[in-house]
C-alpha cells in the first residue's frame, strides 16, 4: 500500500504499556468505556458522524 492511500491515524504502545493496561482490573475497564459513551451521547449528532467516518478511515 502506498503511503499516499493510507488514511487515519497510527500510533505505537510498548509491550510494557500493554501489560500495564492488562493488570487493570477488567471492571475498571468496563468503567471507563461505559463513560466514554455516555460522554459520548452527549455529543452532537454532526460530531460523532465525523468521529465515525475517521475510525473507518474515510476522512
Known amino acids: 500500500m502506498s ?26 475497564r ?3 468505556l461505559y463513560m466514554g459513551n455516555l460522554l459520548r451521547m452527549g455529543y452532537d449528532r454532526k460530531i460523532v458522524e465525523i468521529q465515525d467516518k475517521f475510525r473507518e478511515a474515510k476522512i
Open 30 to 32: 468496563l468503567q471507563w
Open 3 to 28: 503511503k499516499s492511500s493510507k488514511k487515519g491515524f497510527d500510533y505505537f504502545l510498548t509491550r510494557q504499556i500493554l501489560e500495564e493496561y492488562g493488570k487493570t482490573p477488567l471492571e475498571l
